[in-house]
């Protein structure tokens, strides 16, 4: 394993991650449409696509899969991908080689209810846990990474031992989300225990939740003392989150940002110009949702948008709310 460290970037084999600001895997959201939204507002090193699953993505299309499209610009792209027992994930992996996935991710610490039924996400057991992760490890000369929670309670000892298995087992970076296994988003996210994995282990370390703003930012990085910064629903709100953040804190050079209306309808020509007509509104109702929160009365958007029955009424809607809105 070939991990070095600077300031600003990291290095994981084949792959430079500079600076080290992640958007995190989201269903629904981090697609290609919101990756390239974030390669034009600057400042993300790292995407990650969102989950995928072993079983389906042999036989997915990428020419018409919505969670396969992807332009050369949305780089370094590490595709996350959750396994459940009994699931073969060799032929997934090829598949990722085929993609040009710069590196692969393994979700172990997503709660949602389909991963119940397969066992897989925070779902899965230790042991076939380290089965995984050693055939992928044995399958591919890609960066390996893994994003786990704090655990099923917090017990520092057993946290420990877990993020040093997946290191013996070949993970070349750890993903932390600061919560537990069963913890919601309205609970405090626990910056401070991402400390003690980033203190046992030797590859690097991205913290993960709550992080909205730059002043979040300096905070979680100094609480966890980690080497990068993953966000999720921040992007979504703001996508020029992270070129705030690596302004401030990798003093990156950023241009100034469009007009929040401006930002909005990039983001639907570029849902148009990546996805098939049928994928587009799903996609802006559960993006506006998020963006909505950078108006005071952005409820009435939400809703609007909620409401549209094609992607031109809801680009309409919207348009006659930033019309009264002064942004
Ligand atoms: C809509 C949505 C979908 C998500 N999908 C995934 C996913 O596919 N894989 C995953 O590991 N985590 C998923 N997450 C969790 C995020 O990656 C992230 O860990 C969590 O939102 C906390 O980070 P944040 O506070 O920056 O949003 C999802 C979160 C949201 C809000």
């Known amino acids: 394993m070939t991990v070095k ?26 697609h290609s449409a919101l990756r390239l939204l974030i390669v034009e507002l600057g400042g993300a090193g790292l995407f990650f696509s969102e989950m995928l699953s072993v079983g389906r993505l042999p036989s997915e299309n990428e020419n018409i899969s919505p969670y396969l499209s992807r332009t050369p610009a949305e780089s370094p792209l590490f595709y996350q991908i959750f396994a459940g027992a009994g699931q073969d994930v060799l032929p997934a992996i090829d598949r990722l080689h085929a993609l040009n996935a710069q590196g692969i991710d393994l979700n172990l610490g997503c709660p949602a209810p389909a991963l119940r039924k397969l066992g897989a996400g925070s779902f899965m057991g230790d042991k076939l846990i380290a089965a995984t992760v050693r055939t992928i490890r044995s399958a591919t000369s890609l960066p390996l990474s893994a994003k786990i929670r704090l655990g099923k309670t917090l017990d520092e000892k057993s946290l420990v031992s877990f993020c040093k298995m997946l290191e013996d087992e070949g993970i070349d970076l750890l993903t ?26 030797a590859v690097p370390v991205i913290a993960n939740g709550g992080i909205f703003s730059v002043a979040d930012a300096r905070k979680c990085l100094h609480e966890s003392c980690a080497d990068g910064l993953m ?16 302004q401030d804190l990798y003093g990156l050079e950023i241009s100034k940002r469009p007009s929040l209306t401006e930002i909005y309808f990039r983001f639907i020509a570029l849902l148009e110009a990546r996805f098939q007509p049928e994928r587009r509104l799903g996609r802006l109702k559960q993006f506006t949702h998020y963006y909505a929160e950078n108006f005071a009365f952005g409820h009435h958007l939400a809703t609007g948008v909620q409401n ?8 309409d809607t919207a348009g006659k709310f930033f019309e009264k809105s002064d942004k």
């Open 176 to 201: 932390v989300h600061g919560r537990l296994h069963g913890e919601k988003f309205c609970r405090k996210v626990r910056w401070d225990w991402i400390a003690k994995v980033k203190k046992s282990v």
């Open 308 to 315: 549209a029955d094609s992607i031109e009424e809801a680009s």
């Open 5 to 30: 460290l600077d300031r600003n970037r990291l290095v994981l084999r084949s792959c430079t991650i500079d600076p080290p600001l992640a958007l995190a895997p989201m269903v629904g959201l981090s």
């Open 231 to 246: 966000i999720g629903r921040g992007a979504a709100v703001r996508p020029w989150i992270f070129a705030e953040i690596a």
